[in-house]
């Protein structure tokens, strides 16, 4: 479970990692995967749901509730462009906190059951 979310947040969030990016940028472009994002955490609760621990469940089920929401506040504006509202832009915020998070439990998570 935690390889596959981290895979997934990894590939979500290529931009991360291009030294210069702007939070904005980064937040812009999670915006404009919400519905993605939305499709994906729900896919990874069916299979993965009863081994999540519970505190990173809540955060993926926020998360989950989030995208949904934040798919209306986003406009294709044609071509490659999109147009995203200040509050889809918070909501992309608190997503990558909460992904942000979800790592970090799931990676401790492994990590000490390698140590016991």
């Known amino acids: 479970a ?3 979310f981290i895979s997934f947040y990894n590939g979500l969030a290529p931009l991360q990692s291009y030294p ?3 939070v904005i940028e980064f937040y812009e472009h999670i915006a404009s995967k919400f519905l993605y994002i939305e499709t994906e955490l729900n896919t990874f609760v069916s ?7 519970e505190d990173s469940l809540s955060l993926i089920y926020e998360s989950i509730r989030l995208a ?3 798919k209306f506040e986003t406009i294709d504006g044609g071509g490659n462009s999109v147009d995203i509202t200040s509050s889809a832009l918070e ?8 992904m ?3 790592e970090e439990n799931l990676k401790e998570r492994v990590y ?3 140590t016991t």
């Open 112 to 114: 000490g059951q390698i």
């Open 100 to 102: 942000d998070r979800i």
């Open 2 to 4: 935690a390889s596959e």
């Open 47 to 53: 299979r993965h749901g009863a081994i999540v621990p």
């Open 20 to 22: 210069g990016t702007e």
């Open 68 to 70: 949904g929401a934040g």
């Open 91 to 98: 909501k992309a915020g608190k997503i990558v906190k909460s």
